[in-house]
């Protein structure tokens, strides 16, 4: 069983940056794919980012050029860094871990409680 738990969400003004962070803990599988989704109001839960146990990123088009994904494996964590946000990158950020196949997500999969985002002025 994995655990994972996010930080680095509040409230930054358009053009400005952030950093999200996660650490997974329990029964990890080192080799799991990590990434982060966000969810809006009103709107469903959408992928932003993920990346490969071996640094392989795979960006949502909303967020290319201005997110980047990372991973640490000795520590079983992932980033992401934000810069030049927007209103519309407004919402509950959640981390992921899992397996993926063939760019598919398959079998068990770990997410987080999810951390706030807010860009506004």
């Known amino acids: 069983q994995v655990q994972l738990v996010e930080s680095g969400g509040g409230l930054v003004q358009p053009g400005g940056s952030l950093t999200l962070s996660c650490v997974a803990s329990?029964?990890?599988?080192?080799?799991?794919?990590m990434g982060w989704y966000r969810q809006a109001p009103g709107k469903e839960r959408e992928l932003v980012a993920l990346?490969?146990?071996?640094?392989?990123?795979n960006y949502a088009d909303s967020v290319k050029g201005r997110f980047t994904i990372s991973r640490d494996n000795a520590k079983n964590a992932v980033s992401l860094q934000m810069n030049s946000l927007k209103p519309e990158d407004t919402a509950v950020y959640y981390c992921?871990?899992?397996?993926?196949?063939?760019?598919?997500?398959?079998?068990?999969?770990?997410w987080g409680q999810g951390t706030l985002v807010t860009v506004s002025s």
């Open positions: 992921w871990r899992g397996v993926v196949v063939a760019g598919t997500k398959q079998g068990p999969e770990t």
């Open positions: 329990g029964r990890i599988f080192r080799f799991n794919a």
């Open positions: 990346i490969s146990f071996s640094g392989e990123p």
